[in-house]
C-alpha cells in the first residue's frame, strides 16, 4: 500500500466513472495543461491495496508536460468496489479491463504506468494482446520484480489470505501499521475507507497473485514496446537486483530513485514524472 501525504487533487482533475464495454471503473482523469491536443495520455494502474489516489503527486508535473493522465480503481479496488465471484479477478480477466479503459478513453495508444501490483497486471494486459502498438505507447513497471514478492512480503500475505475468511476488512484495519503513519486525520480515515471498499475476493486473489507470480520476463523481452522500469529505494517488496536485471533483459529505461521507497510516485514525484517524461520524449510522436 503506497502510504499518501496529501489527498490534493489538480483543478482540472476531476473524479468520474469511465463506462467501458466490462463495466463501469472510477477514474481521476485529468487534463494537460496544454491548450492544444496532450502530447500522449498516461493511463496509472495502482498496487495492492491502493487506488487511483496513490499518483495524485504526479499529476501536476504530468499535466505542466503536457499529457493527460487517467488513474483507475481496478475492479473490486476501492470506488470501483461491488462484490464478485473470485474467478472475476483472474489474471487474464483483469488484463482485460485494461485494454477496455484504453478502448473507452479512445485517446489513440497510450502510456501504460503500473504501479506495484498493477505492474504484474499492466504486463499481463501486454503480453495477452502481444504489445499492440494500437493500445500502448510504451509500458512502464514501477517498484515490481520479475516473479513473486520477496519472502518478508510472501509471509505477510500468507498471513492476511488465511484471515481472510473469518475476519472482515473492517477487522483487520487495526493490524495494518501504516495506517499509524498517515500524516493527517483526513489522510488517515481516507485509507480506511478505501480499504474497507474493496472486496475481500478482490484483496485475497491479488495477495495470491503476488505469491505465485512467474517471471514472464523473456516473454515479454520479445515485444518491441518501449519499455521502462522505475526502481525506488528502499523497498523490501522485490530484491532490487532482480529488477535491475530484470531491466537489462528487457532492454529497459532503468530509473533508480534513491528514497523514493516503494512508492516513488508519493516520495518523489517530481523527480519519477521528469525521468518518464524523458523517456517518453525518446519515443517517436503520435
Not at 158 to 173: A, F, G, K, Q, Y
Request: glycine residues 6%; negative net charge; contains cysteine.
Amino acid at each position: 500500500m503506497s502510504q499518501l501525504l496529501s489527498l490534493a487533487m489538480p483543478s482540472n482533475a476531476r473524479t468520474r466513472s469511465l463506462v467501458t464495454s466490462r463495466g463501469d471503473f472510477a477514474v481521476v482523469d485529468m487534463a494537460s495543461d496544454s491548450s492544444t491536443h496532450p502530447v500522449g495520455t498516461v493511463v496509472m494502474v495502482p498496487g495492492f491495496m491502493g487506488s487511483k489516489e496513490d499518483f495524485l503527486p504526479m499529476l501536476l508535473p504530468l499535466g505542466r508536460a503536457g499529457y493527460r493522465a487517467v488513474a483507475i480503481d481496478g475492479r473490486g479496488q476501492h470506488e470501483t468496489g461491488g462484490f464478485h465471484p473470485p474467478t472475476a479477478y483472474a489474471r487474464e480477466e483483469l488484463a482485460r479491463d485494461l485494454v477496455a479503459v484504453v478502448d473507452a478513453l479512445d485517446a489513440g495508444p497510450v502510456h501504460l504506468l503500473g504501479h506495484s501490483y498493477g505492474a504484474l497486471l499492466a504486463r499481463v494486459a501486454v503480453l495477452q494482446t502481444q504489445g499492440d502498438t494500437s493500445l500502448w505507447r510504451s509500458m512502464t513497471l514501477m517498484n515490481f520484480g520479475p516473479a513473486q514478492v520477496s519472502e518478508l512480503q510472501r509471509d505477510r500475505l500468507n498471513l492476511l489470505i488465511s484471515v481472510l475468511d473469518t475476519m472482515t476488512l473492517e477487522d483487520i484495519w487495526p493490524y495494518l501499521d501504516i495506517q499509524d503513519t498517515a500524516p493527517s486525520d483526513d489522510v488517515r480515515d481516507f485509507m480506511r475507507s478505501r480499504w474497507v471498499a474493496n472486496d475481500p475476493n478482490h484483496v485475497k486473489a491479488a495477495a495470491e497473485h503476488l505469491l505465485t507470480e512467474l517471471d514472464s520476463t523473456a516473454t515479454l523481452a520479445t515485444l518491441k514496446l518501449p519499455k521502462a522500469i522505475v526502481s525506488g529505494s528502499p523497498d523490501l517488496t522485490w530484491d532490487p537486483d532482480g529488477v535491475t536485471s530484470m531491466a537489462q533483459s528487457l532492454s529497459a529505461k532503468l530509473v533508480t530513485m534513491p528514497g523514493g521507497g516503494h512508492s516513488p510516485n508519493i516520495h518523489c514525484p517530481e523527480e519519477t514524472t521528469a525521468a518518464l517524461v524523458a523517456f517518453w520524449e525518446t519515443i517517436s510522436t503520435y
